[in-house]
């Protein structure tokens, strides 16, 4: 079967569940991970190197389960994760989170306000996208990366392996205040915690509701700011001084997350959009 025709099949079944687009990136994905077939090779219509059966993959495709853990990795920010049930999928918009703490510790570096080696803490890290993204393009930085998920955690220590980057995992509740006394000070600290509030289930797509781990992704409708709430007091108590905090938000909320850190009196905070025009950080600078 030629790479063309395999293309063909494969996005035929997959377009009876996914729109022309997706569907299309989809089989890219499969064809380049289980059979090393770049895009050029389906333009050219090169032959396959070896037989694919791909019944099953079409099975969990068409089940709504997403192609990255299918495949079991994804990219971000120019480096590959390996990804599983235990832990989200890295989205385009937390790249946006890592770019801002680049240019943000840069610039405060550059006028000599923050340290060249800062002690950076990520809260809730995952699959460690954000802490070994940041440790990666923050030479000389100290990366302390926590989470509650024993299986996350192993997942994250795997990838940064895998990205060859020192980064101290630890296993903290961090909504058990009790720990934050224990904890040192950091330069930087660095959040994407849970913040999709349940009333917002029935909005979301069945690939993120039906797969992706809930204890990673939702709180509860009537404390929906319950993280940014320890963040922000645990940040004003351990951030070094001209320190600063970035989190990622719930889009519904951000004047009212901005505001928690101007009562714990930060000198600085601001709401700042992404690339699709919505509320989807807040920065703020002690």
């Known amino acids: 079967m030629s790479t063309k025709k395999i293309f063909q ?26 059979q090393g077939i770049s895009k050029t090779d389906i333009l050219l219509d ?46 385009p918009e937390t790249e946006e989170l890592v770019e801002l703490t680049i240019h943000t510790f840069q610039d405060l570096a550059k006028k000599q306000l923050i340290p ?10 995952g699959t460690g996208c954000i802490a070994i993204s940041t440790a990666a393009n923050i030479q000389d930085s100290v990366v302390t990366a926590f989470d509650i998920s024993e299986e996350a955690l192993k997942m994250a ?11 101290n995992f630890e296993k903290v509740d961090f909504l058990d205040e009790s720990v934050h006394d224990t904890l040192p000070v950091f330069d930087i600290i660095l959040s994407n915690p849970p913040y999709v509030m349940n009333l ?27 993280f940014y709430k ?22 519904a909320f951000g004047t009212e997350t901005a505001d928690l850190f101007w009562k714990e009196g930060f000198k600085s905070v601001e709401v700042i959009k992404d690339f699709f025009g919505k509320d989807r950080m807040v920065k703020a600078l002690l």
């Open 157 to 167: 220590k795997q990838n940064a392996l895998l990205n060859e980057v020192n980064v």
């Open 9 to 34: 099949e494969l996005f035929s079944e997959i377009n009876a569940v996914y729109d022309e687009n997706e569907a299309k990136s989809i089989v890219y994905l499969l064809l380049e991970h289980f």
């Open 200 to 226: 917002e289930k029935q909005e979301m797509e069945h690939h993120v509701l039906d797969f992706e781990p809930h204890l990673a992704l939702f709180v509860e409708d009537e404390n929906p700011l319950i």
């Open 230 to 251: 320890a963040i922000a007091k645990f940040a004003k108590k351990h951030l070094t001084e001209n320190g600063f905090c970035i989190v990622e938000i719930n889009q």
């Open 116 to 125: 060249s080696s800062p002690k950076i803490l990520d809260i809730g890290t």
């Open 46 to 91: 090169n032959p396959l190197k070896k037989a694919f059966d791909y019944q099953e993959i079409i099975h969990r495709i068409k089940q709504h389960e997403p192609v990255q853990y299918i495949i079991g990795e994804t990219e971000f920010y120019g480096r590959i994760f390996k990804v599983s049930p235990a832990t989200l999928i890295p989205r």
